[in-house]
């Protein structure tokens, strides 16, 4: 599958996704940012990664005092995503959607085990 058709299903998956969620989740969706990207390997740090997540959230949580000098950001990795669901497209919009939450909780503040606990492993 091409990465653009990748993207736009889950620009659209990502758009539906917010619409249904509580005003404080959507407002806090709002303040970061969130990139599509085929796989690991253009961040800074991402030579510490396997090479086979689904997404990562980086800077600063809700909770921290955030600077201008760094911002909140989730990383969706498209191609992994795609490959994980078994080249599916209802699975693979599925998917998006629990990976960007699960992300999303990161931002909140949540440890692995609350995002867990929420059901957004």
């Known amino acids: 599958m091409d ?3 990748l993207s736009t299903w889950a620009d659209e998956e990502l758009k539906s996704l917010v619409k249904v969620l509580p005003a404080d989740i959507q407002e ?3 303040k970061v940012a969130i990139s599509f990207e085929e796989k690991p390997g253009h961040g800074a740090f991402d030579h510490e990664l396997e090479g086979d997540e689904l997404g990562l959230f980086e800077g600063p949580c809700a909770l921290d005092d955030d600077g201008p000098e760094e911002l909140p950001r989730i990383r969706l990795f498209l ?5 994980w669901v078994g080249e599916e497209e209802h699975d693979y919009r599925d998917e998006v959607g ?17 995002v867990n606990a929420r059901g957004l492993e």
């Open 28 to 30: 806090a969706s709002k």
């Open 79 to 83: 191609c992994n995503l795609w490959e």
């Open 98 to 114: 629990t990976t960007f939450l699960h992300e999303l909780g990161h931002y909140l503040g949540w440890d692995e085990e609350e």
């Open 3 to 5: 990465f653009e058709t």
